[in-house]
């Protein structure tokens, strides 16, 4: 044993480990196992001797590595799995990833194919969209190694851990008994106890570190072999960080043998006898018995790596700019001269020139721009589209550099990129007409969508919306169609005005979800906004407020012209519902993108909560009529039922005349309230209000019973109305300290004039009769006998009282 | 190991084998007592396992010091093991039940020293047996074979 280095290393420690991943993988119900734990510790070995039980076992096997340079192109990864290049065509994603999924098929059999991935967090997002893609199919079972636990793991393994379908194993470095045992065994014999100390001391476990310490020691002869004793000669430089280890070690290559490391850091993995073509037969010999090179059987051929990445990593630091850009210039020329026929061969040449030269063939890039786009990779669809535009003049990467550009937030550069290569494209007038607020002649279809729910069109929306959801996932070329995200919110949008919060709920976390998966950034707010909506119209204001607040976050980074405004009207109602001063900015003065009933809902509110109720419902019958001249009768429905619940009769006959046009159980709910109101039908505004219970509208069956209330106690049932108050106080409790002018107020024997309620709110927030008089245009002497009733009314004495009956006695308000 | 944990193992085996029946039955009561499931990988009569166990630790002392032959003879050893179902886990229980029998047995000429040698024979040990049971992956190609 004393002749050549210790380059094969037995497997030791980590025998337990293996005995766990096979148990997991012989369990359909585990997907997956990702091994973690910092450089060196032999993540990547353990993942080799797993697949190699598993092979043993008679399973498929496959092994493949995501790197940095891989992340640069979409797929390079796991082009193993890929078609041949000769029958691959990666203009048409959709068809590619069935037919990757029916090759796993073939190759698993009746069990599944084991794949391994080393340094998963490294994969690109197009990879992992495939990854998810096969996962879900059932036929592969991932071991994957991954940097730190806290690494960037695709959501598809991340999803899987948390249904606890995934095993995770920490691997550390090995203890000192490990270390001495692995030395023994690779060294083939005892060491003296000061050779151990050393080596542990310096290694502190980590495989790799011992690894290059003990091949430095063997080789500058520090580390001898006497009498069948391994012991140091001279004291060993064991205080080397690694890093230094291996730099030195390159250091003292010869200069053919040094370019041979380069070209592999940079390039590999290289074909054995393409590399002989570059490298004389000697060196290769000479750098495996150093133990920094390898060669691999892949696909029946030998393939050369470096023996770790991180011989890469110090190897491609120290390399000059201009020197590594000419060996990936010429050896992406050396590949192209054979032919590029293998696997990803067209990528691998991409990426070589894109990171040499920042550009490349303008087809190649544009393919992978598409197979980017198709995955909703939005920055590498930006980065490689743009590199085609570099080249020429190229309509449709100018139109995927548009929609990357929109995804991302950039909305204004989006319109110009529309502007010039794809004027007429769907996304352009979604781009114009809700990001940046303009107007544009062309119609698109949340346009459309948008419209069917503001007529009261509600199901046919959510049908329409979900059809738009299902066209995007079975599209082979998804170039210039939004991201189903927006479809999904919509659709719980149009199904919450129908009262069905259960199912909204439902389309918005899957909403959620789908734009997680997709890191699509500017959907995000979309999937806050209508979540926020559900939980206002469940009277989870408080969740509600925090959904609007978040939304307003990430709209900061790319202010989105319709959602900015929408979201802004949301936040206003939660915190006028709270009774907390309104949001500091308002969208008011700018031109109104969108029409939506929650625009003027929230000035309504506002003035409300502030005591101008007469105000208010004077907001919402003027904005009602616009909408009913508009044919948007739903919207009309939604500002008048409002005026309604604010004790407003003069809105029934409106409200009924609308509401013949609009879809849902809450119309019906609305419709039946209305007529219940008009006919003074206690028992029918009771049963309304039981019915707004049932549909989850927590604040307005508070709203109902308290109406209820008031119609039994005119009505001189006492007993009566208090129970319905009850009911009234029950449902509010519900609603996170939410608080309405109908729900809220105190009632005594007789229930307060809507003046007096005015007057009251006014008085109980802290309001001197002198600003009450000029807020209500009122004289002061009008007050004063408005507040005189109050107190009879209410049986108290003066205004801390009051506030005390109206809660308010703690209230912040700031009046404008 | 060190070369004085390798005279340790040796100088320390006579001690053992005097009073190899008692280990025996101490490690084998110790283990099914604490891993009962155990019990199912052994056959039902242990008598000739108390002799088989002892001839190991004598061929262990002995060749320790020849690594070549000492390797070769653990793996073949370790492979049969895969096929009375041992798996890594099991080592480990072994050795605390092994352990635990030397010093109940052995008492005060159970050293601390001789106590760490015997560790790290064990773990040199129940590494090999494990190699020589795992399935033998693909010979690694090398550049010098291509030629």
Redesign the interface.
């Known amino acids: 044993m004393a002749t050549g280095l210790a380059l094969r290393w037995p497997f030791v420690g980590r025998r337990e480990q293996v005995d766990l991943v096979a148990d997991v993988l012989g369990d359909r119900s585990r997907d997956a196992v990702i091994v973690t734990g910092p450089g060196g510790v032999g993540k990547t070995r353990l993942v080799e001797e797993c697949l190699v039980s598993a092979e043993a076992g008679g399973q498929a096997v496959m092994m493949v590595n995501a790197t940095d340079c891989s992340a640069a192109v979409p797929l390079l990864a796991l082009a193993a799995l890929l078609p041949s290049p000769s029958t691959m065509d990666l203009t048409q994603p959709h068809a590619l990833f069935d037919s990757v999924r029916q090759a796993v098929r073939d190759r698993a059999g009746s069990s599944r194919l084991v794949l391994g991935i080393d340094d998963v967090d490294k994969l690109d997002a197009t990879s992992r969209a495939l990854l998810a893609f096969l996962l879900d199919d059932g036929h592969l079972f991932v071991i994957a190694s991954s940097r730190q636990p806290g690494a960037d793991v695709p959501d598809a393994l991340r999803a899987r851990r948390r249904a606890g379908r995934v095993e995770e194993i920490r691997l550390g470095d090995l203890r000192r008994d490990n270390v001495e045992t692995l030395l023994h065994l690779t060294l083939g014999g005892p060491l003296t106890a000061d050779a151990i100390h050393a080596l542990w001391l310096a290694s502190q476990g980590n495989v790799l570190h011992l690894r290059e310490l003990v091949l430095q020691a063997q080789a500058d002869g520090t580390l001898v072999e006497i009498n069948g004793v391994w012991r140091f000669a001279h004291a060993p430089t064991a205080s080397a960080a690694i890093v230094d280890l291996v730099e030195s070690r390159i250091r003292g290559l010869s200069e053919q043998r040094r370019s041979v490391v380069q070209l592999l850091a940079l390039c590999e993995p290289i074909g054995l006898d393409l590399l002989l073509q570059h490298a004389d037969y000697a060196d290769l010999v000479g750098l495996e018995a150093q133990g920094l090179i390898r060669v691999q059987e892949s696909e029946r051929r030998q393939e050369v790596t470096l023996v770790h990445p991180l011989h890469a990593q110090v190897l491609t630091k120290s390399l000059p700019r201009l020197r590594s850009r000419s060996i990936l210039l010429a050896h992406a020329e050396r590949i192209e001269k054979l032919g590029a026929h293998r696997r990803g061969d067209p990528l691998l040449i991409a990426s070589w020139r894109l990171q040499a030269t920042g550009t490349a063939d303008p087809d190649l890039l544009l393919q992978a721009a598409s197979i980017a786009r198709y995955s909703y990779d939005m920055k590498q669809t930006r980065r490689l589209a743009e590199a085609v535009l570099h080249h020429r003049t190229d309509h449709r990467a100018g139109l995927l550099l548009a929609e990357a550009l929109a995804a991302l937030g950039h909305f204004e550069d989006a319109e110009r990129q529309y502007a010039l290569h794809a004027p007429d494209a769907p996304g352009r007038a979604h781009n114009l007409r809700h990001a940046l607020g303009r107007p544009v002649p062309t119609a698109d279809l949340e346009t459309e969508l948008r419209t069917l729910i503001a007529r009261g069109r509600l199901e046919d929306a959510a049908a329409k919306a979900q059809a738009a959801v299902d066209r995007y996932s079975r599209s082979g070329d998804r170039l210039g169609q939004p991201h189903p995200t927006i479809y999904l919110v919509i659709k719980a949008e149009a199904l919450l005005d129908t009262g069905d919060a259960w199912n909204a709920e439902l389309a918005a976390q899957q909403a959620l979800s789908s734009a997680v998966a997709a890191e699509a950034v500017s959907a995000m707010p979309w999937c806050e906004w209508v979540i926020g909506r559900i939980h206002l119209y469940a009277g989870r204001v408080h969740a509600a407020e925090i959904a609007m607040r978040q939304a307003l976050a990430h709209l900061e980074g790319y202010p989105h012209h319709t959602l900015t405004h929408l979201v802004s009207a949301g936040h206003s109602i939660c915190r006028s519902l709270r009774r907390q001063p309104p949001p500091l900015t308002h969208p008011a003065g700018e031109q109104e993108p969108l029409a939506h009933p929650i625009v003027p809902l929230a000035a309504a509110w506002q003035a409300a909560q502030a005591g101008q109720i007469t105000g208010a419902v004077r907001g919402l019958h003027e904005a009602a009529r616009v909408a009913e001249a508009d044919h948007r009768c739903a919207d009309a429905v939604a500002l008048l039922h409002d005026a309604l619940r604010l004790g407003d009769s003069t809105a029934i006959d409106p409200l009924l005349r609308n509401l013949s046009d609009v879809d849902g159980s809450l119309a019906a709910a609305r419709q039946w309230h209305a007529e219940s109101l008009r006919d003074k039908n206690i028992k029918g505004v009771t049963d309304c209000a039981e019915r707004f219970g049932d549909l989850g509208a927590n604040l307005i069956a508070a709203d109902v019973f308290s109406q209820a209330a008031d119609l039994a106690r005119r009505d001189g049932s006492a007993r009566a109305a208090n129970a319905l108050r009850a009911k009234a106080t029950a449902f509010l409790q519900n609603c996170e300290g939410a608080w309405t002018p109908t729900a809220g107020a105190p009632i005594g024997p007789t229930p307060l004039s809507a003046r007096e309620r005015e007057v009251a709110i006014l008085a109980a927030g802290g309001a001197s009769t002198k600003q009450i008089a000029e807020q209500l245009v009122l004289a002061v002497r009008t007050v004063e006998n408005h507040l005189h009733n109050i107190y009879l009314k209410l049986g108290i004495t003066n205004r801390a009282e009051l506030g005390t009956a109206f809660g308010t006695t703690a209230i912040e308000r700031t009046q404008e | 190991?060190?070369?004085?944990?390798?005279a340790l193992v040796r100088s320390s085996t006579d001690q053992i084998l005097r009073e190899s029946a008692r280990v025996t039955a101490v490690f084998y009561r110790r283990l099914f007592t604490d891993s009962p499931e155990l019990r199912s990988l052994f056959p039902d009569d242990l008598a000739q396992l108390q002799q088989k166990f002892a001839d190991e630790l004598r061929f262990i002392a002995d060749t320790i010091?020849d690594?070549?032959r000492f390797?070769e003879r653990i793996k073949t050893l370790g492979a049969r093991h895969v096929g009375y179902g041992a798996?890594?886990?099991h080592y480990?229980l072994a050795r605390r039940a092994l352990f635990a029998a030397f010093t109940e047995v052995l008492g005060p000429q159970w050293t601390p020293e001789v106590d760490g040698a015997w560790?790290?024979a064990y773990?040199?040990v129940t590494?090999?047996m494990?190699?020589g049971g795992?399935?033998k992956?693909?010979a690694?190609?090398?550049?010098?074979s291509?030629?």
């Open positions: 190991m060190t070369p004085q944990q390798i010091g690594f070549a390797t798996r890594a886990r480990q560790h790290a773990d040199i590494e090999l494990m190699l795992a399935p992956p693909p690694p190609p090398s550049i010098r291509h030629r």
